[in-house]
């Protein structure tokens, strides 16, 4: 592949514009508050764990993390449940509304979350949902839902028709095909959409936010009431910060290669 | 590969037909039900017709004015986003490393801004920016700039936009980067044999090769920078003033704040639909160029070059040849 004239340097330049902030955030979780208000420093020079041992310690910390983990994993194993069938359907076959029903499914991913949260606000509270997880991980599947439609149906359209035809002539039940030949083939495809529907429901708060008040709080809701009501606790904050950094940077090194295709939703 | 008609496969889709009108459908009906009533509290509603429409279109009202005011802000902010970043995302993507290690550390390095909770990259930049304890304010502050996110009206621009490209440029260079990667090395092959330029080998190859990627982190980028909330909310709150209020945040006061249910789904309903006609040309675009892709996989084995055995002679060159 060919490269530009003074690549290295623009690359580095990049890497640390996107770093740098990154590593203040981290930079200011080990410090404590005075040092935070009182000096500038580059690195801490009175590092302290009190910030991290208060939110490992406190409840209503914690929970933010396990609540918001909780409906991220209930979401995500929704939209692939749901989504892996209608991703086969559209890649094999041609159906009465087909490519509007397509349209429709991406369209909702493209949908302002803001628009929702009033009615999902109604809604929710009206089948007695609010304030769980459930609540938000079904909100969650207005958007997670087509992505993982669009990237699993480009990830089924890979595996040659042949292979069904085989499978059938061979006796295969439609399900037993599936699980047993399908799924194993397009494992990566799956591991991909997955990752997805993890971060896009990790990353939204909008709606994590409304559709939860005390019981089923996210740790992102539990980071913003702390700084309006706690006054400035910067270092537990960046503390917390770091703390919802982690998960993201863990996964992502599984699907590095991946990453592209994904974002083009399964269409590079 | 055509596919068979099979109108069974209608069972197939049902799970997630449900799942997505559930969430979507309802919801929907809900806001188009809103937009035509008022509402005085207690769960009275009265008919109010298209008077919501009306008053949103028309600049001269409150609520019409305070739309437009931030629908204008919104697409500039969108039009500023996508000048700096899809260039940006297109050098960093021609910087990447070609092998090794770095390959991996830097596509990782790339992704993580984007796996961030968006309200946690509020929280980054507030701190970063702030004069007092954040690096950045305070290097600027100490060169002589009077910087101040929370002041100044073109200081919270500034500081919304360079966030933005903080967060996002990175998805342009990862689609950029997976638009370059499916180049054959012929191609530069044939091109160094012609003695092209560098910009030569950019214009006719590289552009031509990754035209389709770019369109999708164009629109994509637009939507998402247009629906863009979190971010600037946590940072500027939509302030100072209103100076940094776009629609979303418009929205949720309207609708949240203030509890005015009608023109808050009057509002909802004409920012969906300035969103679904965006989204139609989205869809166009990439089914076409799904059949376009379809069409030159059958056509492929006549026209991929021969690695080095026997290089075309210019004509690889020629954009027209770039797209297939």
Known sequence: MHSIPGRRLIMALFLIFLLLPIYWLVNMSFKTNAEIVSTMTLWPHTPTLQHYRRIFTDESWYSGYINSLEYVVINTVISIAVALPAAYAFSRYRFLGDKHLFFWLLSNRMAPAAVYALPFFNLYSAIGLFDTPWAVALAHCIFNVPLAVWILEGFVSGVPREIDETAFLDGYSFPRFFIKILVPLIASGIGVAAFFCFMFSWVELLLARTLTSVQAKPIAAIMTRTVSAAGMDWGLLAAAGVLTIIPGALVIWFVRNYIARGFALGRV | ??????????????????????SAVLPLMTVVNYSMQDTFGNNQFFWNGVGWFKELLDPSTDLGGRFLASLGRNLFFSAVILAIEVPLGIVVALSMPREGWSVAACLVILALPLLIPWNVVGTIWQIFGRPDIGLLGYVLNHLG????????????????????????????????????????????????????????VFKAIQLPKMNRVLLIAVLLRF????MIYTEPFVVTGGGPGNSTTFVSIELVKIALGQFDLGKAAALSLVYNLI??????????????????????????PAAEPKPAAAPKPAGVLKPKEGVA
């Open chain 2, 223 to 226: 939507m998402d920078s247009f």
């Open chain 2, 275 to 300: 969103i679904l006609i965006v989204c139609w040309v989205f869809y166009t675009v990439m089914t076409n160029a799904g059949t376009e892709r379809k069409a030159v996989a059958q056509g492929e």
């Open chain 2, 145 to 200: 700039f009077n910087y101040n996110y929370v002041a100044n009206d073109i200081d919270a621009w500034v500081t919304v936009i360079v966030m933005d490209v903080w967060h996002w440029t990175s998805l342009v260079a990862l689609l950029c980067y997976a638009g370059l990667k499916s180049i054959p090395d012929a191609y530069y092959q044939a091109a160094q044999i012609d003695g092209a330029s560098r910009w030569a």
């Open chain 2, 1 to 22: 590969m055509d596919k068979t008609i099979n109108q069974k496969a209608w069972f197939l889709v049902l799970p997630v037909f449900l799942v997505v009108a559930f």
